[in-house]
């Protein structure tokens, strides 16, 4: 591995890195925008397939209550995705809550993201690499699968990428000024808003900084900058803080899992997995090595002469952070940080980090770069994106958002119920698991059906759900009803619950069919 790693360090086409601000390839600009609507079309393609899953249909139940009911359920729970509801409150309003119609601003998302990392890695590394990381990143996991998903995720990696290519222009200009500052403590506290933990992009920020500059008036200016955009996301820090027990089921799951932070974090499928961290343990051997060589020939890295290949280790210009470094801190700080407490106190899930996924395809497309041979580049990426495409795939299938299969639920229903009927769901599983929530991101398949057990509608409530009575408890309201549609979750493999089947039968009602679904099994039961 040695000797591979000292022969791509000899000098190959050398560049000198000086102080000139680095020249914008005129043909970045059609690239990033082409690469914005490809990742746009991916992310948007087949995003209709999955049904709907539990955090999905607290986005969209959230978004469809009135404005004061939302209000209040956000003072008392989620205030950390309020931004990203009330945007998709009025998206709904025009659109509808279809799932192609849910999921498609996180699509445009995606594609604004894919936009900002193109003309980002350009900036800091030149055309080719711009062109490497803008591929690897249409095809990360991660990223094509949040680029499919009802929540915030896409925004806050949008929010991320072009909070960070706006600091890397301060720094190339060495700002003073108060306008772009304050653009930057805009975007930074727009960032939080979208999801808290994209603040954790101001300590990757501090890292980005101190390896270009110590320069007391400037880092002076992005201290006052950052603290001003905290303050300003100060109401969602106070909220999150007081609401934070909404997540402390993470204890319960084992959330720190090889599997979780290794796999499932960004790569999605083992092989991918193994290819990228390969990959990302060679990018990280060969910058110390080329570093520890600038440093025995006595030359600073901003200034040596280095081999194209190794321009994205060190830096185009000492106005500009090397793209290593960047990419570096913005994957793996936020994640040190989350993994770090969780150890303590939870608070760490894989989908939480999704604004780091960016930084992770630089990695990616930066090691690819380095290659000597044209070939050796062609024959890598063509392997890392074909190991993507098995959960690209995969994220197109009817199960795959957290096995849910409510989308067959809901057409069971619509295809045998009948107006009048009674429907009683399993109330005894996880609430993001009850099939209660079928009916609400499915509504059409359950109109005309008596939902016989509602207590409270949830929109009068202060949290994500409906209230509801046990069927035990309501025995008079099944008086005048033939039919009952059961709804029972059942784990693949297992055996379903039977949450209020006794109840039922007690009342006289005896199954006369059964409906069995992925994840679910359908019991129609009438008066014996």
Sequence with gaps: MTHVLEGLLKPREEVSLTREPAQRDPRTYRMAALFGLVALMLSAFGSWIPSFWGDEAASIMSAE???????????????????????????????GASPIAARFPSAVAVGIMIVGVVILAEKLAGFRLALLAGLVCLLLPRVTYMGAEARSYAFSATCAVWLTLLLVRLLENRESRILPWAAYSVLLAASTYVFLFSMLMVIVHAVIILSVTRERRFVRAWITSASVGVALAAPVIFWALTEHKQIAYLADRDALSLGEVGINQW?????????????????????????????????????????????????????LPSLFVVAVAWAFIPLVLLVGVSLFSPVYSS????????GVALLLGLVIS????????????????????????????????NNSDWAEVANTVQDHARPGDAVVFDESTLPSRRLRLAMHTYPDAFAGLYDVTLKTPYADTNWWWDS??????????????????????????????????????????????????NTSEIYVLDRS
């Design 267 to 319: 790569f999605g499928n083992v092989g991918y997995a193994i290819l990228a961290w390969v990959l990302v343990a060679l990018a990280i051997a060969i910058a110390l090595l080329s570093w520890r060589r600038s440093r025995a020939t006595g030359a600073a890295p901003s200034t040596v002469s280095v081999s194209r290949q190794l321009t994205p280790i060190f830096a185009r210009s000492p106005l």
């Design 370 to 401: 380095l290659a000597v041979k044209r070939w050796v580049t062609v024959v890598a990426l063509t392997v890392l994106l074909g190991a993507a495409i098995p959960s690209y795939v995969y994220q197109r299938t009817p199960y795959a958002e």
């Design 65 to 95: 209550r009135p404005l004061p009911s939302l209000f209040v359920m956000l003072g008392h729970v989620d205030a950390v995705h309020g931004t990203y509801y009330l945007f998709l409150h009025y998206w709904i309003n025009l659109f």
């Design 351 to 358: 989908r939480y980090l999704s604004f780091a996924a960016p």
């Design 468 to 517: 509801v009575y046990p069927v035990n408890a309501v025995p008079e309201r099944f008086g005048k009803v033939d039919r009952v549609w059961l709804l029972e979750y059942k784990l693949p493999g297992a055996k379903p619950d039977t949450y209020g089947m006794a109840a039922l039968k007690n009342l006289g009602f005896s199954v006369q069919q059964t409906y069995v679904e």
